[in-house]
């Protein structure tokens, strides 16, 4: 099992991966695919003998979401829960980052992984407020936590460090054991 940090490095790892990441991220439709692509393999480097399933990316019985989350990666012969859950939401709207942080939260799973952004001209304008709408579905289920990868909506990146930047690491909740 990865820690906090190195599920992050994976995540960004996997996106950089992809031939010139930063021309997807204008465009919500290719930057969902790219990032829930690197989601999928970040967990499969977690939890090598895992599979996954997510949007567009079909498992072996040729399902794509499970429990209406954006990745699911576990062992998908056994009735175990999942490993990791994670979701991507590039709406930048504080309602719709809680409900998807909930929905992660409701989840029982190892690890649970939220990429979020905030943009200036919306109700989440910084990635502290960000971290804030996160903490507060967090402390109504004590004990659980979301690894949050905030992301920058306004950011234009040119490059694949650029794209690296756009990103920070937050643990959200109950941070004993990550």
């Given amino acids: 099992m990865m820690y906090a940090n190195e599920l992050f490095e994976s995540f960004l790892s996997s996106l950089t991966e992809t031939p010139r990441v930063w021309t997807k991220y204008p465009d919500p439709t ?9 989601l999928v393999t970040m967990g499969q480097r977690a939890f090598p003998q895992s599979e996954s399933a997510a949007k567009n990316h079909r498992d072996r019985f040729g399902r794509s979401e499970y429990l209406d989350l954006d990745v699911c990666v576990g062992r998908f012969d056994t009735w175990a829960a999942p490993l990791l859950v994670a979701e991507h939401e590039n709406y930048v709207g504080r309602d719709k980052i809680q409900y998807c942080a909930w929905k992660l ?10 990429v979020a952004y905030y943009a ?7 990635a502290e407020a960000l971290v804030a ?18 992301g920058d909506w306004d ?3 040119q490059s694949v460090d650029d794209v690296r930047a756009l990103f920070s690491l937050h643990i959200v909740g109950n941070t004993a054991e990550r």
């Fill in 133 to 150: 709408a996160t903490r507060e579905v967090c402390d109504d289920n004590a004990g659980l936590d979301v690894l949050l990868f905030a």
């Fill in 105 to 114: 939260l409701a989840t029982r799973a190892t690890r649970r992984v939220l």
């Fill in 155 to 157: 950011a234009t990146p």
């Fill in 120 to 126: 200036k001209r919306s109700d989440v304008p910084t």
């Fill in 30 to 38: 290719q930057w969902t695919l790219t990032a829930t692509a690197a």
